[in-house]
């Protein structure tokens, strides 16, 4: 069985590619496995900062969950296959940033899957939906929890209830992606933003990551106390020894990540 999901390096940003074109990557449980091979080799390598995931081809992100896989799918199948780890989890929580580069229809697992990414950005060519109801379906991958958070109930309910695809352009009027750009600059712009990311010090994006995240399950109240101590656990490090001390020298610092 071919590979279906390609891992690539530049400098110190990894690309992750879904590679079953002729399906418009649509999310099999290959690739599901192959990701999260990837995703646990690339956890464990310090020469990796941020990693970047997209989609095989000019014309889709990610189609969606394959359907062709439910077909046939008893209720337990379905379960295993919905097993943990699952791979929106495991973005939404991996210790290092994660971009979505969105090149195409971006549908169902596809939106679910850039939605547990922490940035997204989008070709304008790009295509957004959580098509599950015309199945018969509601969002599994997270969409009915994650996609409200991002972009209010009303515009969630909207989404989810018709089905309807949306244009890159709205996408970021209602706040489902942070970027849009010209679709033969989509490659250069995300590796842009990866790499100024992978400059800074990866333990400080790896606590920055976990104290933003932590909102989207705290009160304000906690959130605001957990802050504080994952602030002054920042105290500890040697990057930040050196952040100040550069500052305060007038050079450019040199993270070590400790
Ligand atoms: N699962 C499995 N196969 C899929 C797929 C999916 N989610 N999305 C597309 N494909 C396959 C098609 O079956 C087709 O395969 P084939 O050539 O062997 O027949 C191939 O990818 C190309 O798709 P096609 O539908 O011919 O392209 P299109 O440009 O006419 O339409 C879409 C594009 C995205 C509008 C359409 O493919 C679609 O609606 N896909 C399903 C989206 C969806 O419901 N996702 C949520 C799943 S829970």
Not at 202 to 209: D, E, F, H, I, N
Request: proline share 4%; net charge negative; aromatic share 6%.
């Amino acid at each position: 069985m071919s590979a279906v999901v390609l891992s690539e390096r530049e400098g110190r940003v990894a690309i992750l590619t879904i590679h079953r074109p002729d399906k418009l990557n649509a999310l099999s449980e290959q690739v599901r496995v192959e990701l999260l091979a990837a995703l646990a080799e690339i956890e464990g390598d310090d020469g990796v900062g941020v990693v970047v995931i997209t989609g095989s081809g000019e014309k889709s992100f990610i189609a969606g969950a394959d359907i062709a896989e439910f077909e046939g799918r008893s209720p337990f199948d379905q379960r295993w296959a919905m097993r943990s780890p699952r791979i929106f989890d495991v973005m939404a929580s991996f210790p290092k940033p994660v971009i979505a580069m969105i090149n195409g229809f971006c549908l169902g697992g596809g939106c679910e899957l850039a939605m547990s990414c922490d940035l997204r950005v989008a070709s304008e060519k790009a295509r957004f939906g959580q098509p599950e109801i015309n199945l018969g379906l509601i969002p599994g991958g997270g969409g009915t929890q994650r996609l409200p958070r991002l972009v209010g109930t009303g515009q969630a309910l909207r989404l989810i209830l018709t089905g309807d695809m949306i244009g890159a352009a709205e996408a970021k009027e209602l706040g489902l992606v942070e970027l849009v750009v010209p679709h033969d600059e989509l490659r250069a712009r995300t590796l842009e933003l990866a790499q100024k990311i992978a400059s800074k010090s990866p333990l400080t994006l790896k606590v920055a990551k976990e104290a933003v995240r932590a909102s989207e399950r705290l009160a304000i109240e906690e959130g605001i106390l957990y802050e504080r101590d994952l602030f002054c656990l920042c105290f500890s490090s040697e990057d930040k020894r050196e952040g100040v001390e550069a500052f305060l020298q007038k050079r450019p610092a040199a993270w070590r990540g400790r």
